[in-house]
């Protein structure tokens, strides 16, 4: 049992940390199921949806719904809120000033929100277009998979809050490390996710 | 052993690389889309491979999955996950697609 053994997915915390790292493993293990088991539920979702794809009834189609500029946006600020929580994580990991954790968090929430608001925006558009989850098959499946996505980021948004506020109350103890962890490994996972929403439902709608 | 410094530039600099990679892959996916070359089944193709490399580019860099001994239990989650998934979503689209087909 050396401290630079590799325990969990995710940053490791290591020698900086050798107590906690102790711990981290199986708390960090167990989560990582969970995800395991969330990207079961996506993957489900996503069969559905390609299923239901010619499903349109004469309604709005893919093509006529999704535009690339949106999709493109929404992809560039998760994908640059994964590396900013990457960050956070360095901060916490090598005991970094604490607002630079705090920081790095905050700038990956607004982020966040940033993404939830452009996809509300694009869902809003559908609506007006009479794109609406009960109009065909098609719809009611991309309403279930993509705000799905959505409702994990925003309640992944909401622990952010939540982790900002415990950093604050609590100091770096070892529950709060394990729990930024834990976040880590949710928002990373949330980014994979994305990558296949915008790869098979977005951009292959797109394709002429 | 090297520095307690060197640990965190290493870090910094492996979660920039995943970054910078993801943001090459992402380009390459909108690109192949927006300015079309190909017949729409090649594109599709590259778009679902690119994709493909992009998580395990994720798993990578910003997950930190790698082949080493000790992490292999997260790894073989990943894979039996990964088998999980392609039996569910390839059946279910074989099958309803048979379906749907015998249906016309």
Redesign the interface.
């Known amino acids: 049992m050396s401290a630079g ?8 915390l ?3 940390d050798e107590l906690t790292h102790e711990q981290a493993g199986s708390a960090v ?1 167990g989560f ?2 969970f995800l ?1 088991s969330d ?2 539920l996506f ?2 979702f ?3 949806y ?2 239901m794809l010619t499903a349109t009834v004469g309604g709005p189609t893919p093509a006529s719904e999704y535009k ?1 500029l949106p ?2 946006l929404e ?2 600020a998760l ?2 809120s ?2 900013t929580f ?2 956070a994580s ?1 901060a916490m ?2 005991g970094a000033p604490r607002r630079q954790l705090i920081g790095w968090l905050a700038v990956t929430l607004v982020l966040g929100a940033a993404f939830l608001g452009m996809e509300l925006h694009d869902f809003a558009t559908m609506f007006g277009d009479g794109a609406y989850p009960t109009r065909s098959g098609y719809l009611s499946s991309f309403f279930a998979l993509v705000p799905l996505h959505g409702l994990h980021v925003f309640f992944g948004s909401i622990w952010i809050i939540v982790m900002m506020v415990q950093v604050m109350t609590f100091g770096l103890d070892a529950r709060v490390k394990i729990n930024i962890l834990r976040l880590g ?1 949710f928002w ?2 949330l ?2 996710v994305w ?2 929403i ?3 439902v977005y ?2 709608g ?3 | 052993m090297s520095g ?1 410094d060197d ?2 530039r290493d ?2 600099r492996s ?2 690389i ?2 910078g990679l ?2 090459v892959l ?1 380009g390459a ?2 690109a192949t ?2 300015w ?1 070359s190909f017949i ?1 089944t090649t ?2 193709a590259i ?2 491979g ?2 493909l490399v ?2 395990v580019v ?2 990578r860099f ?5 082949l ?1 001994k ?2 292999r ?2 790894l073989q ?2 894979l ?2 990964t088998v ?2 392609i039996l ?2 390839s059946g ?2 074989i099958i ?2 048979n379906l749907r087909a015998r249906m016309m």
Do not use: C
């Open positions: 053994e590799i325990k969990h997915t995710g940053l490791n290591g020698s900086t293990f990582w199921v395991m990207a079961l993957a489900l996503f069969a559905t390609g299923v690339i999709a493109f992809t560039l994908l640059t994964s590396f990457g960050m360095v990991k090598h490994l990373h996972f980014d994979i990558i296949a915008f790869s098979a951009l292959q797109l394709i002429r | 307690p640990g965190k870090e910094i979660y920039a995943g970054y993801a943001l992402t996916a909108f889309v927006h079309p729409s594109t599709l778009v679902l690119l994709a992009q998580m994720h798993f910003f997950l930190h999955i790698s080493q000790s992490a239990d997260d989650l990943i039996f996950s999980i998934v569910m979503v279910t689209l309803l697609f």
